[in-house]
Each structure stands twice: as C-alpha cells, then as structure tokens.
C-alpha cells in the first residue's frame, strides 16, 4: 500500500504561482511513476503532469510551458509547481502513484490516489 498526501492548494489571483507537494509513504513509493491529475467542478478527472521514478515527464497541452512536476526520491514526495495560473486551473488536484515506473498519462494505471487539495484561480 501506498499513502499519498497531497497540501499546497489554496485560493489566488490569476497571475499568481502556487506548488503542491504531495508526500508518500508505504511500499517502495520511489519506485512508482507519479503524476498529476486535477477535476474542475461539472468536469471529469483529467491528466495534467506525470514523472517516472528517474524523473522524465509528460504533461497535458494545457500544463506545457506553466507547470513543472519534479520528484525527490529521498523524500517520497512529488510537486507540481504551476505559474501564471488563469482561473480555468480552478480544480482539485490528485496525486497518484502508478503500478509501474514510467511516466503515465492514462487514469486507468494508477493504483493510489490521494484525497485531493483544492486550488481556485481568481479573476
């Protein structure tokens, strides 16, 4: 078992940066792929960022370019740093830890979810 505890949301301005942290403990947690996945209100689940356990990484069209996931291993913990937020980043934020270690982009491979951390992007 893996537990997975995501912190770091909270209400800002469109414009402003915000980075969550998600902390793991349990089984081997390094050894999983992580990523990133946010569920806007009315909407479904989507992907937004994933990195394997030696740190490449994928990231949704909309994350490109404004949102950077990275990894520390040592600490079981996986981030997200978002900047230039616009108020279409308004959502829940979910860690995961996938069963395998690559970089993953499909919902379906992920077998840990954290309980969410809330993120509303202001205009």
């Known amino acids: 078992q893996v537990q997975l505890v995501e912190s770091g949301g909270g209400l800002v301005q469109a414009g402003d940066s915000l980075r969550l942290s998600c902390a793991a403990s349990?089984?081997?947690?390094?050894?999983?792929?992580m990523g990133w996945f946010r569920q806007a209100p009315g909407k479904e689940r989507e992907f937004v960022a994933a990195?394997?356990?030696?740190?490449?990484?994928v990231y949704a069209d909309s994350a490109k370019g404004r949102f950077t996931i990275s990894r520390d291993n040592a600490k079981n913990t996986v981030y997200l740093q978002m900047n230039s937020l616009k108020p279409e980043a308004t959502a829940v934020y979910y860690c995961a830890a996938a069963f395998r270690a690559g970089a993953i982009r499909t919902q379906a491979e992920y077998a840990y979810w954290g309980q969410g951390t809330q993120v509303t992007v202001s205009s």
């Open positions: 990195s394997s356990r030696s740190g490449s990484t």
């Open positions: 349990g089984r081997t947690s390094s050894s999983y792929g």
